[in-house]
C-alpha cells in the first residue's frame, strides 16, 4: 500500500520523465530525424550507436565531451541513449515512463540476483 508522499512523487516523476520524452523527440523532429518515420528498428540501431560511442570513450581515455566539455564524454553518451529511449517512446507513444517506474518497482522486489545462481 502506497502512501500519498509515494502516490504524488510516482506522479510527479512521470509527468517529469514524460516531459522528457515529448522534448526529445519534439527537437528530433523538429531537426527531421523523423521525415519519412524512421522505423523502430532504425531507433534502435542508433540506441546501439551511442552504446559503441560510450564503449570508445572508454578507449579514448574518457576525455572531455567535444560539445558539453564540462562533462566527460562517457556521461554525455548515456545521456544520448537516454534522449534516443525517449524519442522513440515519444514517436511511437509508449508509455516509457510509468514503464521505467513500474519495472523499478518490480525490481526492487526480486530476489539477491534475481534468485539466480549466475
Ligand atoms: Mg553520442
Redesign the pocket.
Known sequence: MKNTTQIMRKKQLIEALAELQRDAHEIAVVHGWWEGKRSKAEAVLKMH??LS?LVQAWEQGNPADKHLPQYPSDV??LA?LCIRAFDLAGAYEMPLAEAILDKMGFNRGRPYRHGKEF
Open positions: 550507436t551511442e560511442e554525455v553518451e544520448d
